[in-house]
């Protein structure tokens, strides 16, 4: 069966980079019709998808953080990575990462458990 | 910016029939699917209904979803305790250019 692990730094100082690793079991994230994203929650708020991409690496960010984010891969390791850059406190959140499917990847049909990732001095 | 926009609340005793909207624009709802995830206290989000109207593995009947227009509605009949938890709405935004998701409602069982 199928898991994903998000890893990652707790605490993050405000302008540095926030680093996160999703390590999926259980299949290959480079086969299939699979879309894997990462998505974030801040606390006591809603979710916000924050890049995905597919199973052949073609990767699309949301508009309003593409300017600091990139979403990067190893397939030998079977993992993929978060890289937010110029972190504030607006990006304290949980973030998920998470397999999706169906068309353009909208369904996030399998999550992490998340991890929380706080921005502070 | 597009928004899909819940009712941040919604509540009903046991056994009660419970309905909650999502409301879009023509960039997201009226041209996409809608999908529902549910996400219980503490917890990942899960998905609970994809295509508008379509329940994963799992998911018991009581859950059904609808699509019209620009709008969209999760139901659930014979509400249990275990039910209370938060419901988002989901759907492909041509703006955005990826998944947008609703703010949120938050359903207690009362």
């Known amino acids: 069966q199928m898991q994903l692990r998000e890893s990652g730094p707790g605490l993050v100082k405000p302008s540095e980079t926030l680093s996160l690793t999703c390590a999926v079991s259980?299949?290959?994230?480079?086969?299939?019709?699979?879309?894997w994203g990462w998505i974030r929650q801040p606390p006591g708020k809603g979710l916000e998808w924050i890049g995905s991409?597919?199973?052949?690496?073609?990767?699309y960010y949301n508009p309003s953080l593409e300017s600091r984010v990139t979403i990067l891969r190893d397939t030998s390791k079977n993992q993929y990575f978060l890289n937010l850059r110029s972190v504030t406190a607006a990006d304290t959140a949980v973030f998920y990462c998470a397999r999706a499917e169906g068309r353009r990847g909208v369904t996030f049909g399998l999550w992490g458990r998340g991890t929380l990732v706080n921005v502070s001095s | 910016q597009s928004v899909l926009t819940q009712p941040p609340s919604a509540s009903g005793t046991p056994g009660q029939r419970v309905t909650i909207s999502c409301s879009g624009s023509g960039s997201n709802i009226g041209t996409n699917p809608v999908n529902w995830y549910q996400q219980l206290p503490g917890a990942a989000p899960k998905l609970l209904m994809y295509l508008n109207n379509q329940r994963p593995s799992g998911v018991p009947d009581r859950f059904s979803g609808s699509k019209s227009g620009t709008s969209a509605s999760l139901a659930i009949s014979g509400l249990q305790s275990e039910d209370e938890s938060d419901f988002y709405c989901?759907?492909?935004?041509?703006?955005?250019?990826?998944?947008?998701f609703g703010g949120g409602t938050k359903l207690t069982v009362l």
């Open positions: 991409f597919f199973s052949d690496g073609t990767t």
């Open positions: 259980g299949g290959s994230i480079s086969s299939g019709s699979y879309y």
């Open positions: 989901s759907t492909w935004d041509d703006i955005l250019g990826g998944p947008l």
